[in-house]
């Protein structure tokens, strides 16, 4: 695979890169789900559908991409759709890492929590959730893990100054 | 001390009838085998552990929020208080992802200068690692002795940047200057002199049975547990997954530099010490191959509207000077995109994740650090163990409170 070229949307991906296990894992379990796809700087990026990131985490965790290495969010204030809940997934057999993304209108709307794929979420989403206030369905510890428990805000929003509220 | 019905602190009330027998204890924050400001609550049958659970945030000063509002170049010292005890591989696991998202060739001889200053930094980490588990199990002697050959790493460091600690050496577009004329020497001297060092604290822990009797067998970690909690690293390898970030996915030319990564199955802290004193002499091989073939030229890419030119040409060619001048007051823009660096670090996988949208300042930066995943390991390993055992696991997953809480 040639590291320098750049695919952009999901058609171009999808034609350029139709070997990659990552790819075939998520179309034959549901195409429909795949939103946008992006191969750039050597890194190959899903856009998945929020309500879908569950059950294609673990399509793609069958398909040998075994170890979440690290879930984050960004805040793309004030354009819409404002969220994205971005996963590294490294594999320890392709030795290679893809991005799952998930785009979210509002911290309200919540997504599915990756606890049940992959343990470790529990923290990381945690993190999320503490300094971005986006919520995880189905965590089960979901509180402030670095802010105090009585903090009022999300300190990683764009509309949240950078000295603080003082 | 907490009642066993306070559920803020714990994640589920205590089992109906065990109410009266177990009891919460709190360790830390300000407790010396806790290796920072780390608090642990911890719920025990008589002196079994029946479960635990780490709050964290003490040390949390938002190094994410404040790199926001910082141009590239200047999250370069934020990074190297996040893992104090291994500064050039936050140094360089940042560059390398701006390098990445810029498309920044780097000259070789700053490629395997920063190999070197790696595994010199991840010594470093393995020396105080080695120095502090070996006294929270009670050989205070192996303290004394690490924190001495450590000395020179530190002094080694001090004569490349000016610095101990907070190096902030390795700069986007290769090295902040050239290294000064005495520093490879002084790299060889280490080099040869820190095997026998190894040799020596080998001979005080390795046959003495105090320090197996509370190694071996406790804080066992499966490897389906190591990569379901996200554990990278030494613990990871010691657990017998065999990942390791240099040889698998090569960076920064770790590919000319052949290696034995040390894995162990067996997975109690007794493998964790092991796997950590092969990594040093492995770090001593790779330090001494670059030592060996170090090319000549630049130690910066030639890239004037990125990096900082010379201090002498700054003040004596018109040109570098309007370069020097715009780099200070304005940055320099980085093509928008996303990028997701991430290295072998001494404690770890370290990953970078820079989001750019075309600005001088980089529009968000996330940092993974191995140690706040390998906190929740913890819980695995110390359930259903003695009291005492806590320690000894908190020593042998090498954890820094700095990059959990950054």
Redesign the interface.
């Known amino acids: 695979m040639d590291k320098q070229k750049t695919l952009i949307g999901r058609a171009d991906v999808l034609g350029g890169l139709v070997e990659h296990p990552a790819i075939k894992a998520i179309l034959s379990w549901n195409p429909e789900a795949l939103l946008d796809a992006k191969f750039?700087?050597?890194?190959l990026?899903l856009t998945i559908a929020a309500k879908n990131i569950c059950s294609a985490a673990a399509a793609v965790q069958a398909a040998g991409y075994?170890?979440?290495?690290?879930l984050?969010a960004?805040?793309w204030f004030p354009s819409t759709p404002r969220f994205q809940v971005?996963y590294?997934i490294?594999s320890?057999s392709l030795?290679?890492?893809i991005?799952l993304k998930v785009l979210l209108d509002g911290a309200e709307s919540g997504v599915e929590s990756m606890t049940s794929v992959?343990?470790?979420a529990?923290?990381?989403e945690r993190?999320v959730f503490d300094?971005f206030g986006i919520r995880f369905d189905g965590h089960?510890?979901l509180r402030?893990?670095?802010?105090?428990?009585e903090w009022e805000g999300y300190?990683?929003r764009k509309d949240?100054p950078?000295e603080g509220y003082r | 001390m907490a009642s066993a019905g306070d559920t803020r602190i714990l994640q589920a009330p205590p089992a109906e009838g065990a109410k009266d027998q177990h009891m919460v204890i709190n360790m830390g924050p300000q407790h010396p085998a806790t290796h920072g400001v780390l608090r642990l609550v911890l719920e025990i049958d008589g002196e079994i552990v029946v479960r635990l659970y780490p709050e964290i945030g003490y040390l949390h000063t938002g190094i994410e929020k404040t790199c926001e509002a910082k141009f590239y170049q200047q999250v370069v010292p934020l990074t190297d208080r996040i893992n104090y005890l291994d500064p050039m591989s936050n140094n360089l696991c940042y560059s390398l992802a701006v390098e990445k998202l810029i498309g920044l060739e780097i000259p070789e001889k700053a490629t395997w200068l920063r190999v070197l200053l790696a595994e010199l930094s991840r010594l470093n980490s393995h020396l105080i690692w080695l120095g502090t588990h070996a006294m929270d199990i009670g050989a205070l002697t192996v303290f004394l002795y690490t924190f001495r050959e450590r000395e020179e790493i530190l002094r080694i460091f001090e004569g490349l940047a000016g610095q101990r600690m907070m190096t902030s050496y390795i700069r986007i577009g290769g090295l902040s200057m050239e290294p000064p004329l005495d520093f490879l020497d002084r790299v060889q001297g280490f080099i040869n002199m820190l095997p026998e060092k190894i040799d020596e604290y080998a001979n005080l822990l390795t046959g003495n049975p105090i320090f197996r009797n509370r190694l071996k067998g406790v804080g066992y970690l499966s490897p389906e547990d190591a990569i379901a909690l996200g554990v990278t690293g030494p613990v990871m390898r010691a657990s017998g997954v065999d990942f390791d970030l240099r040889r698998d996915i090569p960076y920064c030319g770790y590919e000319k530099f052949p290696f034995q990564v040390p894995i162990s199955t067996v997975g109690d802290c007794w493998s964790r010490y092991e796997v950590r004193l092969v990594e040093m002499r492995e770090s001593i091989k790779i330090i001494q191959m670059v030592l060996d073939g170090m090319p000549e030229g630049p130690v910066k890419a030639d890239a004037p509207k990125i990096v900082l030119p010379d201090r002498e040409k700054m003040k004596t060619q018109m040109e570098a000077l309007i370069h020097h001048f715009k780099i200070v007051t304005e940055g320099f823009t980085v093509p928008a995109g996303e990028v997701y660096q991430a290295i072998e670090a001494g404690h770890g996988a370290t990953g970078y994740y820079v989001v750019s949208d075309g600005t001088a300042k980089p529009y968000r930066v996330h940092m993974r650090y191995p140690s706040f995943a390998t906190l929740q390991a913890l819980e695995t390993m110390c359930k259903g163990r003695m009291l005492a055992d806590v320690v000894a696991v908190i020593g042998s997953i090498d954890i820094v409170l700095g990059e959990i809480d950054r």
């Open positions: 750039d700087r050597g890194e990026t075994n170890f979440l290495e690290d984050t960004v805040d971005t590294h490294l320890h030795k290679e890492y991005r992959w343990p470790s529990n923290y990381y993190e300094l089960p510890n402030r893990i670095l802010m105090p428990d300190p990683l949240y950078v």
